[in-house]
Structure formats: C-alpha cells, structure tokens
C-alpha cells in the first residue's frame, strides 16, 4: 500500500453546491484530512479569508485515504450579485492553480462563481453513461463558460436530474479502473450476508466478478437464482437491467465510481490492467477501453464545470438500480432478501454522500452522524457489518431528498423514486411517481408563486404512443420489460398532479424539467377552455451523454404524430385530454420531427415573468445548438 504522502491532497472537487448570497456550499474529496482556507474576492472589494473550521467543514472517511469534506459557510454579509467572485481554496497554503491547475480557464489566476439574482437562465441533462459512444454533454457546458465574456452570459446553475452514474451498467475497462482506486484509496471494505461470496475483497477476487455477476447474486432455498425469482424465466440478470453484468455491489464501487466519472485525478493514480476473460469477452472489454478512454480525456473540462457553476442533482433509478422502487411487487422482492438490500442500500448511501449531502445540508445530522460512526469504527479495513445494515435501513426509511430553492422563480426538486404512491390492490403494476401527502405538499409549495421550476426526472406530459405502449405491457403483467415509469402509468398520481396545474392558487407559469428518456423534446401544454391559464411547459433534454435507438424513436415519433394528432379520437382515452399539447420543432428537423434524438445539455432562458423565452439543445457531437420552435 503506498504511503498517503505519495497521493495528492486532492482527489476529486471542488464541485459548487450550493450558492447564495449568504451562503457557500463546496464538495471535494481528500486523500487525508485537509487544513481548508477558502478566499473570495469581491470586485472592488476586500479579500475575505475564511479558515474552515469542524463547523464549516464536515468529514467524512470513507477509506484509508479517502476523505468526503462538505464545506458549509454561511457568511455575515449577503455577496453581490451578479458579478463574478473569484475563490480559491487553500490546501496547505497551495491555491488550485498549484494543485489543479487544469481546474481554471484560459490563465485565470483563480477559480470564479456567479450569485444570480434571479435565474436568467440555466442547463440541464441527465443520463451520463461513460462508455456510451456519444461524446459528454457537460463539455457543452465547458464551452459556454469559456465562452462566456460577461456575468449576464452565464447559467444560473446545472440541474442533474438523475442518472449522474449508472451504477448497474459498468463497462469492464470502468469496473477494473474501480477496483484499481479502491486498493490505490484503501477505501474500505464490507461483509456480505446472503451472497456466494463473503466480503468485498472476494468479491473482487471471484472469477465472475467481471461480465458474470448474475452468477453472484443471492440463492434461495431452492437455488433459484434472485433474477429468476425477480421475473419467472425472464432472462434479464441482477435486479432488472439488461445490462448489468457488472453491476456495482459495495459501498467502494459505488464510491470509486463517482470519484472517477467526476475528476481527472484518480485516473492519474492508477494503472488497470484487463482481467483473466474468455476470448468474446476480452473484445468486449477492448471496445469498451476505446469509449471509457474518451470519456477520460474529457474531464478535465467536466471538472472545470463543477468548479465553476453551481451545481445541483437528485436520482433517478440507474444512479441506485435500474427500476428502483418500480412497483410494490418489485420493493417487496429487492428489500426482502439481505445482499439486494445492501446493494440498493450501498448505491444510496453513496448517493447521499456524493450528491444529496450538497443540495440541501441540513436534513442529513443524524444520518451524517451514524455515517460517521460507522466509518470512524473500522476494524481490520472492514465496516462493521451490523452498523452496515441499521444505517442501510435509516436510508430507505430516509424521505427528505425533495428541496426547493428559494430563487426567482422558485426551483423545486421532486423525489419521484422513495414517495412513491404503491399499488395496493395491483402489485405487480408500476406505482404512481408522488404518493398524496408528496404531491400535497407540493401543491403547498407552489401556492401564490407567479412562477415556478418543477425539476421532474421523468416527463409529466411525455409521448402519448410511448406511454401507450408501456400501459400496454403493464396491463399484461410486465411493465418491467418497457420501463413503464411515467405519470400517467398511475391514476390516482395522474388525476392529483393534473389537479395541481389546475388549482387557481398554484403559479400562472409552470417550466417542467426532465430528462429519463434520451431525447429532447418541448410541449406547451394549455388547460382547455380556460384562457386565464396557467401556462406550462414540459422541457425534456436529451441524455448528458446518452441516446435512444435512432430508427426506432424515428418509428416512434413518425406513429404518435399520426396516431395522436390533435384531431385523433385516440386523444379522448388519454388522462391529458382535458388539457391541449402543443409540440415544439427543433429547429433542424428534417422531416417533421418533434423529437429531438443528440446526446447533449439543455439550455433555457426565463424572461422576468419565469417564462421560457428561449429553449436550446447543445448538441455534444459539435454541431450548432438546436433550438426548440414553437409553432406559429
């Protein structure tokens, strides 16, 4: 094991949080315990020096040398708005550009933020799968604040609204980069009840522990594997994902993984090599390599984003598991058996760490503090596996991942994976995305707003024939098999969030954000015979680096526009039909397209009334950004 002296202070960060005027929050990753001292310098105004101390700066080990620190500032006097404040963070008495100098653009001497007074506009993206073939959509965002020659030139903040890692969908060069950082870290390990093997470093060490970790799954009594018992024969391996031969298990994977799809750093520390595998596989390992290498090139730039613009995230499913907390049924089965629990428990536990902890500090105390216990108390670089389990079952009882942001207009984040309103009666159908005391105190939130944000994961109004067809499939007993995760799949959710819109105390300008489905796509969505509105807006980007099947959303589009044209009969059995959908057309649509199918980040520019005034797609191939077109 090297010696924490050879690894550098710094692992992965900063990564803005949260910012407001009154208020900094940082995220970074240290490979010991860091003396911080952070510096702002306010234009035409004084340095402010800033020594960190245990109250503004949280730890949190999670290995050897691998230590999470939450910077927390809150500041006596309100910053100035809309104006660009150089910060640096001091590790030792060395700045960034001595640590991280790839972290600063051009030859800026520090790092710099922007505290808007309103959001003026913002980007957004989701779905970052590293060894998709598409180039990284946060790039995109590299380049507008290179570009960016005025504080009015740059976005508010990043929305991330889900499937920031894809924690059941590893590349093998990805999993072996993995394996590599956690002995590199020393980060730690865990014991596994109700798996073949015994703790993590078997795990690691088992021949299928690459491309064949269905093998490794829990049996039953009567050695039937879990995805057996999870589908009846149908031949989709660990939990749902059809691509989950490399399923992420421990709290370790879980946490490399972030560290090396969010920073250069940790990819300088390690050397992987390929792993003993059969001939097919060592070519799918080989392509792989050639995609996970260009991921790694681009991220000095993605890291330059994070160090610059406030950054804010809430899950989806692949950020724990595909189809996380899809129907009762599926709950019962993954939370009924002690591996699958701690695999879901681990992704989550990460995810709190890595994301949620930065949204919103203040609702984790107590979940900080047994995460603290828990990890301050190793023995034999092992967690206790006990402990383990209690904080695992504090997570999934946890319910405060929502937040909203008291911006102009307000931004508020929906949870639409943990409050979930489960089919009781239908256990096996997906359950509505809010239950009623979510979707309540929603409605709560929103009353007397002019305007408002609503960042939704999955579209609220998406594509009537694709959400035909997933109803199609759950009415036959496998929503599983399409992904059957939308609004509408659930009357009860369906009728209370369509309520919402209506209720005459709820914003006049609704600007909803998704992302989920890997393509782009705008509706001006009106409520019929009511010319008083409101007036929303369902604003759907395409994944961050991901895509949908080209001929077949080609196929999908070209079927609902024929079938669910505004005079189709067919709209009168929809739940929307009381509301009128009008699609938007990306500007290089070549024939009649609404859907718009290039990996990339969404931009949208809010004029004072909160409303849309200009809807973007930036498109990571390096072609000219697709603006969104209403019609005349």
Same mark, same amino acid.
């Given at each position: ?16 949080? %949260? ?98 007074? &309103? ?12 060894? +998709? ?9 590299? /380049?507008?604040?290179?570009?960016? %020659? ?54 690691? *060490?088992? /021949? ?18 879990? &995805? ?18 490399? +399923? ?35 070519? /799918? ?18 890291? /330059? ?70 990890? !301050? ?22 319910? +405060? ?36 005391? !979510? ?5 709560? !939130? ?9 960042? @939704? ?20 007993? $496998? ?11 659930? %009357? ?9 819109? &209506? +209720?005459? &105390?709820?914003? =006049?300008? $609704?600007?909803?954000? @998704? *992302? ?51 005079? @189709? ?28 199918? @290039?990996?990339?980040? =969404? ?10 005034? =200009?809807? $973007? ?9 697709? %603006? ?5």
């Amino acid at each position: 094991m090297p010696p924490s002296d050879t690894l550098p202070a710094v692992i992965a960060g900063p990564l803005l949080r %949260r910012l407001e005027p009154q208020r900094l929050v940082i995220w970074l990753v240290g490979s010991r315990v860091l003396p911080l001292c952070l510096k702002l310098q306010v234009p035409q105004g004084q340095t402010l020096t800033i020594d960190l101390d245990t109250q503004q700066c949280q730890v949190v080990p999670v290995g050897r040398h691998a230590f999470i620190h939450l910077i927390d500032v809150s500041l006596s006097e309100a910053l100035p708005l809309d104006v660009s404040i150089d910060y640096d963070l001091l590790v030792d008495g060395c700045g960034i550009a001595q640590w991280a100098p790839h972290l600063l653009y051009a030859d800026a001497p520090s790092a710099n933020f922007v505290v808007h007074s &309103r959001i003026h506009q913002l980007v957004h993206g989701s779905c970052r799968k590293p060894h +998709h073939h598409a180039d990284d959509g946060l790039l995109c965002v590299d /380049r507008l604040l290179a570009d960016a %020659r005025a504080p009015a030139e740059r976005p508010a903040l990043l929305m991330m609204s889900g499937d920031q890692v894809y924690a059941d969908d590893v590349a093998g060069p990805m999993l072996r980069a993995i394996h590599a950082l956690i002995a590199r870290l020393a980060l730690f390990d865990e014991y596994l009840e109700g798996a073949v093997v015994d703790d993590s470093a078997s795990l690691y *060490g088992h /021949r299928a522990s690459y491309y064949h970790r269905a093998d490794l799954l829990p049996a039953l009594d009567s050695n039937e594997t879990l &995805r057996e018992r999870f589908f009846g024969g149908v031949k989709k391996p660990i939990f749902t994902s059809s691509t989950a031969d490399n +399923h992420l298990v421990t709290f370790a994977e879980v946490l490399a993984m972030y560290l090396l799809v969010w920073s250069p750093t940790p990819w300088t520390l390690i050397t992987p090599q390929p792993p003993s595998l059969s001939t097919p596989e060592h070519l /799918r390992y080989d392509h792989e390599q050639v995609q996970v290498d260009r991921f790694r090139d681009g991220l000095p730039g993605v890291a /330059r984003v994070f160090a610059h613009l406030s950054t804010l995230m809430i899950f989806d499913d692949h950020d724990i598991t595909d189809d996380w907390n899809l129907s009762a049924q599926w709950e019962a089965t993954a939370y009924g058996h002690p591996f699958s629990k701690r695999i879901i428990g681990n992704a989550l536990l990460a995810y709190m760490l890595c994301q949620g902890w930065g949204n919103q500090p203040d609702v984790f105390g107590k979940l900080l503090e047994h995460t603290q216990a828990l990890t !301050a108390n190793v023995q034999d670089n092992h967690l206790h596996a006990s402990a383990h389990d209690e904080l695992v079952q504090t997570l999934l009882k946890f319910q +405060h991942w929502h937040y909203v942001l008291p911006t102009t207009p307000a931004l508020v984040v929906l949870d639409t994976r943990t409050r979930r309103w489960r089919s009781e009666f239908a256990l096996k159908q997906p359950s509505g995305l809010l239950d009623w005391e !979510a979707l309540s105190e929603l409605q709560q !939130a929103l009353l007397d707003h002019p305007s408002a944000i609503i960042v @939704s994961p999955a579209p609220i109004f998406g594509v009537k024939l694709i959400e035909t067809v997933q109803k199609v499939f759950s009415w036959c007993g $496998y929503p599983l098999l399409v992904d059957a995760e939308n609004w509408m799949a659930h %009357r009860g959710a369906a009728q209370v969030i369509l309520n919402i819109f &209506r +209720h005459s &105390r709820t914003p =006049g300008n $609704y600007v909803i954000l @998704s *992302g989920d489905v890997h393509y782009s796509f705008v509706y001006e969505v009106l409520i019929r015979h009511r010319s008083a509105g409101p007036k929303i807006w369902q604003i759907t980007s395409s994944g961050i680096k991901n895509q949908f099947p080209a001929r077949l959303l080609e196929w999908f589009d070209r079927l609902n526009r024929w079938l669910y044209s505004p005079r @189709s009969p067919l709209n009168g059995f929809t739940r929307r039909r009381t509301m009128q959908v009008v699609p938007h057309i990306p500007e290089h649509a070549e024939a009649g397209e609404r859907l718009w199918n @290039s990996a990339g980040i =969404g931009q949208v520019f809010f004029n004072a009334q909160g409303q849309p005034e =200009g809807i $973007y797609q930036h498109n990571a191939d390096g072609k000219p950004r697709t %603006r969104m077109v209403a019609p005349k």
